[in-house]
């Protein structure tokens, strides 16, 4: 239950938390996170949401203009449909014919396996964060399809392409030895969607396992400096426990205790910067972008620090 994973802060605290997060969103986010703070936490309405992420809709039923920062330019992209699936997701909107479009548009940007690449080729070499390569023929990758595919099966979408693409995620799910902490996000996000709920729960079961023996999460955040980096990942650049069972219901909440859980959730809370905005652990690698996702940063934390009981206002 929510209330077990640790003390939640007093409402005066909290109140207070969410007065700073307010005002760094006024000051430094873009128009689609100012709109998503207002709809989440201040009873906003959820139209100026979708207006604001209409925006970033490409004619090609898909979605560009750097929706995730790491991706400049106007091409329509995986990441960016990912994080596009995520928003409708919490508006409860996530269907209709701009779902169906993209359908058809992630069909013509799919591998041979049916499945999403990390990027595309952009033609005109639009900037772009150097840990998203994009070749000439880009693999099919669990980083950027398990999250799709989770969302459109939570939302009951049925559509041609899901068939290969599900297939290619638990196959990639079920064979997993070797995984880095955000291929084991991706896995997670198809696993918190797919119908077979079943199968689901046993290839959780399997993945937590291989978390903690593998040390890809932070279990002690007091002695964070002793876990391991991942390959390329920028210093501190460590998963915790929330990072992974972003919401109680998730199929890795059953990876940690509650001690455990609350720990991390103890952490998430004091991360907020005196400015009000939580951090981005990833490398910098152009002002303009890590200005962008902080914001973003900022909204997901508040919106697991509630999703766990602890009250943002």
Do not use: K
Request: aromatic share 8%.
């Amino acid at each position: 239950m929510p209330g077990d994973e640790a003390s939640a802060p007093a409402p005066a605290a909290a109140t207070a938390s969410l007065a700073r997060a307010e005002q760094f969103i006024w000051l430094t986010a873009r128009v689609l996170e100012q709109r998503r703070f207002a709809y989440h936490f201040l009873g906003g309405d959820p139209d100026p949401v979708d207006t604001a992420l209409g925006s970033y809709l490409g004619e090609d039923g898909g979605y560009g203009h750097a929706l995730d920062p790491d991706l400049r330019g106007p091409l329509s992209q995986p990441l960016h449909t990912a994080h596009a699936l995520r928003i409708l997701d919490g508006l409860g909107r996530c269907s209709g014919r701009r779902v169906e479009r993209l359908c058809r548009h992630l069909t013509r940007i799919s591998t041979p396996e049916g499945a999403l690449p990390l990027a595309v080729p952009a033609p005109r070499g639009h900037p772009a964060a150097p840990w998203h390569p994009a070749g000439d023929d880009p693999p099919a990758e669990l980083v950027t399809t398990g999250p799709v595919v989770g969302v459109l099966h939570r939302n009951r979408i049925w559509d041609a392409w899901l068939f290969r693409a599900t297939e290619f995620c638990w196959q990639r799910v079920e064979s997993l030895r070797h995984p880095h902490p955000y291929e084991v996000q991706g896995a997670v996000a198809f696993l918190d969607g797919v119908p077979d709920r079943a199968r689901a729960a046993a290839a959780a079961d399997r993945l937590g396992r291989l978390v903690r023996e593998r040390r890809l999460v932070v279990l002690d955040p007091a002695r964070r400096e002793e876990y391991p980096l991942s390959p390329g990942y920028a210093p501190g650049e460590l998963l915790f426990p929330y990072d992974y069972a972003r919401r109680p219901e998730s199929a890795a909440r059953s990876w940690f205790t509650d001690e455990e859980m609350g720990r991390s959730l103890d952490f998430l809370a004091a991360e907020q910067q005196p400015d009000g905005g939580w951090p981005v652990r990833r490398r910098a690698w152009a002002p303009g972008s890590t200005l962008e996702r902080r914001p973003i940063a900022t909204i997901e934390a508040l919106l697991t620090l509630r999703a766990y009981g602890r009250p943002a206002g």
